[in-house]
């Protein structure tokens, strides 16, 4: 797993914090570091040297754009060093950015771990084909909140032996061994043929269940 998705994200965090936290406060921006609208504005802030937000009030001095891009890169290396430590190869991304598949039953106590999948290491991220999105907080964890429910590559060539996988599996009974055993698969982006075809689907079937009227 590359560390370069780990470090971009601290970065993003910390330039973000150095630029807007002095103007907005520390309750405001604790809100605000969970909003997607200044990271869709970036960019624009990027282009524009003479920004206002570039300065912190909270010192004498002018800030520049280079000084607060300086300092936030320095931060966030601090940071993951912290939390982290300090050799590079410890910085994986799928180490910090994490899927859980949450059950509604798995706020229980003490049996509540039994429902929820997961947490599982996941590649993909915020700009990727491989949508898993996430917050960029003070935390540092990248817990993924969503991404896709399904994913499928059809064969328009032979689209009865296309693929697709679930984020978790095909059962919502968690004693069944179909409930989970898709989802490392699905972290790991990989798939598995769809069987289309009434003869390998009897080939292949593991039961079979019979609806009769009363």
Not at 19 to 34: C, H, Q, R, Y
Not at 40 to 53: H, I
Request: net charge neutral; proline share 6%; no cysteine.
């Amino acid at each position: 797993s590359d560390i370069e998705p780990t470090i971009f994200y601290r970065f993003i965090y910390h330039f973000t914090k150095n630029t807007i936290s002095d103007e907005l406060g520390p309750e405001v921006f604790k809100a605000f570091e969970l909003n997607n609208s200044f990271k869709r504005n970036m960019n624009e802030l990027l282009k524009n040297d003479q920004s206002p937000w570039w300065d912190s009030i909270t010192t004498k001095s002018k800030e520049t754009r280079s000084e607060i891009l300086t300092k936030s890169m320095n931060d966030a290396m601090t940071d993951l060093e912290n939390t982290l430590g300090k050799n590079w190869d410890d910085w994986a991304w799928t180490k910090v950015h994490t899927l859980t598949h949450k059950h509604p039953l798995g706020i229980l106590p003490l049996v509540g771990k039994y429902f929820n999948v997961g947490p599982l290491p996941i590649v993909g991220g915020r700009e990727t084909i491989n949508n898993q999105d996430f917050a960029i907080d003070s935390s540092g964890k990248n817990n993924v909140a969503y991404g896709p429910a399904l994913r499928r590559i059809i064969d328009f060539a032979d689209p009865t032996h296309s693929q697709s996988v679930l984020p978790t599996g095909q059962s919502g009974n968690v004693m069944s061994p179909h409930y989970k055993d898709q989802a490392q698969m699905f972290a790991e982006g990989g798939s598995r043929v769809e069987l289309m075809n009434k003869t390998e689907i009897v080939k292949n079937q593991t039961g079979k269940m019979v609806l009769s009227p009363l």
